[in-house]
């Protein structure tokens, strides 16, 4: 498609639980990125995939975070054992590179918001 | 790590007048930086991008200037219009990451 497209909009899960959240990139876009916004306007990075294969992973959590790029599928962002500070807002974006030596921008989406309860 | 700072969190203009937004940064000096758009409740959106030797670089109502030595960005919307009111984010990559800042808050006043 032409934008990125989150989903779902808004996750609310108790402490504990599992939340996945999805994120379809652009098509023909090879770079996708995760972000979390958790206050008003600080982005975070988590995680960065060349289609289906891990490019930077250093914002990631070691535990509990996990996320994947298959082919033919929306690319995924986990939480498992969620807790209350993973509230926040998880943007995606893709691109049409890594950012490295590179002027191509980041197309995001709208983010789906995370309430843990 | 690369630490970026946004002048003034929130920053009011009246209509017509020429908003100023500025970010600085640590460390080494990026190949680009990127400036975005963010609207309440939506993903940032990409405005313009200025290259490490570019001075500045123009768009419409919009400039972007870049100084390496002062490793500041000055962001200007000329002729501000209500429609501009958002959160303004300067991004720039170093390496494999973006690193965002934590953006002004433009208000234009009608």
């Known amino acids: 498609g032409e934008e990125v497209a989150q989903t779902p909009k808004h996750l609310v899960r108790g402490e504990g639980q599992k939340a996945k959240l999805y994120c379809a990139p652009i098509?023909?876009?090879?770079?996708v990125f995760w972000y979390q916004q958790v206050l008003k306007n600080e982005f975070k990075f988590l995680i960065s995939?060349?289609?289906?294969?891990?490019?930077?992973e250093t914002g990631m959590p070691k535990e509990r975070f996990s996320a994947k790029c298959l082919p033919n599928s929306p690319c995924s962002l986990e939480i498992q054992a969620t807790k209350l500070e993973d509230s926040a807002v998880y943007f995606c974006a893709s691109s049409q590179s890594s950012g490295h030596d590179s002027n191509q921008p980041q197309h995001f989406g709208d983010g789906t918001r995370l309430s843990i309860l | 790590s690369q630490k970026i700072e946004q002048n003034s969190e929130a920053l009011n203009i009246q209509e017509g007048k020429t908003a100023t937004l500025t970010c600085n940064y640590t460390?080494?000096?990026?190949?680009?930086l990127q400036w975005y758009r963010q609207d309440p409740g939506r993903g940032p959106v990409f405005l313009l991008l200025?290259?490490?030797?570019?001075k500045e670089k123009r768009k419409e109502r919009l400039k972007v200037t870049f100084d390496t030595t002062l490793k500041q960005s000055l962001f200007h919307i000329t002729a501000s219009q209500p429609a501009d009111s958002a959160t303004y984010l300067c991004a720039l990559n170093t390496g494999n990451q973006f690193y965002f800042g934590t953006g002004t808050s433009l208000t234009v006043i009608p």
């Open positions: 098509k023909g876009h090879s770079y």
């Open positions: 460390n080494y000096s990026p190949a680009y």
């Open positions: 200025i290259r490490e030797n570019e």
């Open positions: 995939f060349q289609n289906e294969n891990v490019f930077d």
